[in-house]
């Protein structure tokens, strides 16, 4: 209807007073021509009056809504999806208004990159950590501890010197293999014997690193639940059979992409926990270890710390969220 130009000669109304009615051209079957082509949504009319003077009036008619037949509002959502899949960067540059080369890199990564992200992340979790709990890397040290001599086989310079001190804890034995002391032709037994314990810590750096590193992917993964824009509700016109509304249409399919997101964080959120629970159970720390760790060499020697700090590293440079994608759809009204 752009530029569209119609003559009026006159009215059955008496001055200044006129009243004219324009209709579409009548087609076939006593239907009507489009007005609109390939569009539907929200459009504004204004009709631009020219006076015989040559004076002119531009008159609007407001927002008015239109809609599409059942399968072009279907071949719609295709083409939003295309849009919001191929032009990123591009689609923002040319809709920021304060910001002319607004792109992804600016913003952050879209939802769904992070959601991909995300899924791999807990893919090579899931198949490293348990070699990991198999074999963490520990801390080594030593404490000096009373045990039951029958469960001591060996006995340092430490423990013989303390044997030394107190002979009261030897009896006799006739079980030469557990025997302690050999004399006189006489086996002694230790009831019990302070000796040195080699004990393994597993509350370092590395293991604190991973810890915070599956604390930081559930947290992710409530934000992504959390922040996700929510659409606004609208009165669709159901009166018209055949034709579909904009927003209902793209409405229901937000839904529905939004749908299947929650179903699959639901279960991201259970495999997190599942690996959360299993590494507590196993390599239990004091506390996490949040943001960047460092590849110490203990970690560079042992390829599946080195594995998964790669992938740390890969998440906090890619961990930003984005959603203007979907804002720019739910804040059409």
Same mark, same amino acid.
């Given at each position: 209807?752009?530029?569209?130009?119609?003559?009026?000669?006159?009215?059955?109304?008496?001055?200044?007073?006129?009243?004219?009615?324009?209709?579409?051209?009548?087609?076939?079957?006593?239907?009507?021509?489009?007005?609109?082509?390939?569009?539907?949504?929200?459009?504004?009319?204004?009709?631009?009056?020219?006076?015989?003077?040559?004076?002119?009036?531009?008159?609007?008619?407001?927002?008015?809504?239109?809609?599409?037949?059942?399968?072009?509002?279907?071949?719609?959502?295709?083409?939003?999806?295309?849009?919001?899949?191929?032009?990123?960067?591009?689609?923002?540059?040319?809709?920021?208004?304060?910001?002319?080369?607004?792109?992804?890199?600016?913003?952050?990564?879209?939802?769904?990159?992070?959601?991909?992200?995300?899924?791999?992340?807990?893919?090579?979790?899931?198949?490293?950590?348990?070699?990991?709990?198999?074999?963490?890397?520990? =801390? %080594? @040290?030593?404490?000096?501890?009373?045990? *039951?001599? &029958?469960?001591?086989?060996?006995?340092?310079?430490? +423990? $013989?010197?303390?044997?030394?001190?107190?002979?009261?804890?030897?009896?006799?034995?006739?079980?030469?293999?557990?025997?302690?002391?050999?004399?006189?032709?006489?086996?002694?037994?230790?009831?019990?014997?302070?000796?040195?314990?080699?004990?393994?810590?597993?509350?370092?750096?590395?293991?604190?690193?991973?810890?915070?590193?599956?604390?930081?992917?559930?947290?992710?993964?409530?934000?992504?639940?959390?922040?996700?824009?929510?659409?606004?509700?609208?009165?669709?016109?159901?009166?018209?059979?055949?034709?579909?509304?904009?927003?209902?249409?793209?409405?229901?399919?937000?839904?529905?992409?939004?749908?299947?997101?929650?179903?699959?964080?639901?279960?991201?959120?259970? =495999? %997190? @926990?599942?690996?959360?629970?299993?590494? *507590?159970? &196993?390599?239990?720390?004091?506390?996490?270890?949040? +943001? $960047?760790?460092?590849?110490?060499?203990?970690?560079?020697?042992?390829?599946?710390?080195?594995?998964?700090?790669?992938?740390?590293?890969?998440?906090?440079?890619?961990?930003?969220?984005?959603?203007?994608?979907?804002?720019?759809?739910?804040?059409?009204?």
């Amino acid at each position: 209807m752009d530029d569209s130009e119609y003559l009026f000669h006159g009215s059955n109304v008496n001055p200044p007073d006129f009243n004219y009615t324009l209709m579409p051209k009548s087609v076939a079957y006593g239907n009507y021509e489009a007005l609109f082509y390939n569009y539907f949504g929200v459009a504004n009319i204004v009709l631009k009056l020219t006076k015989s003077s040559g004076e002119t009036q531009l008159i609007s008619f407001g927002n008015i809504e239109i809609l599409a037949r059942k399968l072009t509002a279907e071949q719609a959502t295709f083409m939003v999806d295309f849009i919001l899949q191929e032009s990123e960067g591009d689609l923002y540059s040319c809709l920021s208004a304060t910001r002319f080369s607004a792109n992804y890199h600016d913003g952050g990564e879209t939802p769904q990159a992070i959601f991909n992200k995300l899924i791999t992340t807990i893919k090579t979790l899931e198949d490293i950590l348990p070699s990991v709990i198999n074999r963490p890397i520990t =801390r %080594i @040290s030593s404490e000096t501890r009373m045990q *039951n001599g &029958h469960q001591v086989s060996d006995i340092d310079e430490q +423990g $013989l010197a303390w044997l030394n001190e107190n002979i009261s804890v030897l009896e006799e034995t006739d079980d030469t293999e557990r025997a302690h002391l050999h004399y006189d032709n006489t086996y002694y037994l230790a009831q019990e014997i302070q000796t040195s314990v080699i004990i393994e810590h597993t509350d370092i750096d590395e293991n604190r690193a991973i810890y915070g590193f599956l604390l930081e992917l559930k947290r992710i993964v409530n934000k992504l639940e959390t922040e996700a824009p929510k659409p606004l509700k609208k009165q669709v016109n159901q009166d018209e059979e055949g034709y579909r509304s904009f927003f209902s249409v793209m409405g229901k399919w937000l839904s529905k992409v939004n749908g299947v997101e929650i179903n699959q964080l639901s279960d991201c959120k259970q =495999r %997190i @926990s599942r690996l959360i629970h299993s590494f *507590n159970k &196993h390599i239990p720390v004091a506390f996490p270890n949040k +943001g $960047l760790p460092v590849l110490s060499q203990k970690a560079k020697a042992n390829r599946f710390y080195t594995t998964i700090f790669r992938s740390i590293m890969e998440w906090y440079y890619f961990n930003k969220i984005d959603w203007r994608a979907q804002e720019m759809l739910f804040a059409i009204k």
